[in-house]
């Protein structure tokens, strides 16, 4: 069994496989990526798991909430993203937004593992 630490840094990391979805996307071609996988709803199935379990402790509840709201941020502001590539803006965002996203769970996931509390920024707060 995982320790709560671990547990949570897992957490924040999920959405990072996305990335790596999208490589084979992008490389291999299997049709099995095929689609959007930046929107895939498994980067949220963790965090509401820990948070709708009542047996975790309040720090790791806190920690999937925190990774939750992100992620439903960051599916907002995909979308937005993506809706403005049709005026050939969004395509300037792609990679700052890729990069800001990935810094930011890779941050997260570090302060969970040392047991020390993260709040993205930018984050809308959709689950109290």
């Not at 095929?34 to 509401?48: A, C, D, E, H, Q």
Request: aromatic share 14%; with cysteine.
């Amino acid at each position: 069994m995982l320790s709560d630490s671990a547990l949570v840094s897992f957490c924040h990391l999920v959405p990072l496989f996305s990335y790596v979805m999208l490589l084979g996307d992008v490389w291999i071609s299997l049709p099995w990526f095929w689609g959007n996988t930046f929107l895939l709803p498994w980067r949220i199935v963790l965090p509401l798991l820990l948070l709708l379990l009542q047996d975790q402790p309040i720090w790791v509840r806190q920690n999937a909430r925190e990774a939750l709201n992100f992620q439903i941020s960051m599916l907002i502001y995909w979308l937005v993203t993506f809706a403005l590539m049709r005026l050939l803006v969004g395509f300037l965002l792609v990679i700052p937004l890729a990069v800001a996203e990935t810094l930011m769970i890779i941050i997260a996931a570090v302060k969970a593992g040392e047991g020390k509390p993260f709040h993205y920024p930018l984050t809308i707060r959709f689950v109290q």
